[in-house]
Nanobody, 121 residues
Framework: QAQLEESGGGLVQAGGSLRLSCVGSGRTFSSLIMGWFRQAPGKEREFVAAISWSGGITDFADSVKGRFTISRDNAKNTVYLQMNSLKPEDTAVYYC??????????????WGQGTQVTVSS
């Protein structure tokens, strides 16, 4: 059964950095688009970043552009989210997700359990 597992979350002061990792198992994720989402308390889950299967195309939410980067290592079935200049409003549970590239669809098929990121002011 295909699974995604996030790690790297924690408590950091504002202005600090964290790197999240997401390891896939149960199938090869190298052909899939990988994404990161987050959900803060009382808010809906929101898109953070995504990366194409080759790593050549990336996309970011406006709120994290210039601060976050996304990368992947297909040999390790792993995707990373480097978060710099963290702000208290980045506090959330961060989820890794994966989907196939389908015309007209952005539905993610696989989801991890999430990792908590807390940024103190």
């Amino acid at each position: 059964q295909a699974q995604l597992e996030e790690s790297g979350g924690g408590l950091v002061q504002a202005g600090g950095s964290l790197r999240l990792s997401c390891v896939g198992s149960g199938r090869t994720f190298s052909s899939l688009i990988m994404g990161w989402f987050r959900q803060a308390p009382g808010k809906e889950r929101e898109f953070v970043a995504a990366i194409s299967w080759s790593g050549g195309i990336t996309d970011f939410a406006d709120s994290v552009k210039g601060r976050f980067t996304i990368s992947r290592d297909n040999a390790k079935n792993t995707v990373y989210l480097q978060m710099n200049s963290l702000k208290p409003e980045d506090t959330a549970v961060y989820y890794c997700a994966a989907r196939q590239a389908k015309v007209g669809s952005t539905k993610y098929d696989y989801w991890g359990q999430g990792t908590q990121v807390t940024v103190s002011s």
